[in-house]
C-alpha cells in the first residue's frame, strides 16, 4: 500500500468542530448503548472533549497539538510532546473515513523516525483491547506498564541502518 499523504498545521480555534468531530467518533461505541437524547449525547461529548483539550494541554504545555490534513481536509488529530527526554504520543485520532487507510501508519511512521533519528525512546498509552495496539506492536513498541484499561507502551530508539521494525 502506498502511504498516503499528509501534512500537519496547528489546531486554532476555528478547528473547534472538527476536533469534536473527530473526539466524538473514537467515543461513539460508547456512547451507543446509552439511552441518552442525541442532544444529550452532544452536549456530554462537548463537555468531555473540552476538558480532555484542557487536560492535554495543561498537562503537556509544549506540546504539538495538530490537524491531520490529507486531501485538503482535515483527517484527525496527532498531540505529541517533545519536551522531555523522550517523545510522547498524546494522542492520535483519525476521522472514520480515514481508519484503515494507511494514514495512521504513515503518521506513527513519521514519528518512529524522529524518535530513531534522534536516539530518543517513544512512548504512547492505548486502551488494551484497542484494535490500534497491534500496529504499535508491529511498529517495535512493547507494553511497560497496565494501569486500568489502558497500557503504557514504549519504543527504544533504532540505530542508524538498522529496520524501524521488529524482526
Do not use: C
Amino acid at each position: 500500500m502506498v502511504s498516503p499523504e499528509f501534512s500537519l498545521r496547528p489546531a486554532v480555534d476555528a478547528d473547534r468542530e472538527v476536533l469534536l468531530a473527530i473526539y466524538t467518533s473514537t467515543r461513539e461505541s460508547e456512547l451507543a448503548i446509552l439511552a441518552w437524547s442525541e442532544e444529550r449525547k452532544r452536549e456530554f461529548l462537548e463537555l468531555q472533549s473540552r476538558f480532555q483539550d484542557l487536560q492535554y494541554r495543561s498537562r503537556y504545555p509544549d506540546a504539538a497539538f495538530d490537524v491531520v490534513v490529507s486531501r485538503g481536509r482535515a483527517a484527525g488529530r496527532l498531540y505529541v510532546d517533545r519536551s522531555g527526554p523522550g517523545i510522547h504520543v498524546i494522542d492520535v485520532a483519525l476521522l472514520p473515513a480515514h481508519r484503515g487507510s494507511g494514514l495512521g501508519t504513515a503518521l506513527l511512521e513519521v514519528i518512529v523516525s524522529e524518535a530513531d533519528a534522534t536516539g530518543r525512546t517513544l512512548t504512547l498509552s492505548v486502551e488494551g483491547q484497542n484494535r490500534v495496539r497491534s500496529l504499535y506492536e508491529r511498529l517495535g513498541f512493547r507494553a511497560v506498564e497496565e494501569t486500568g484499561v489502558y497500557v503504557r507502551m514504549e519504543r527504544d530508539p533504532r540505530p542508524a541502518g538498522e529496520s524501524g521494525y521488529p524482526p
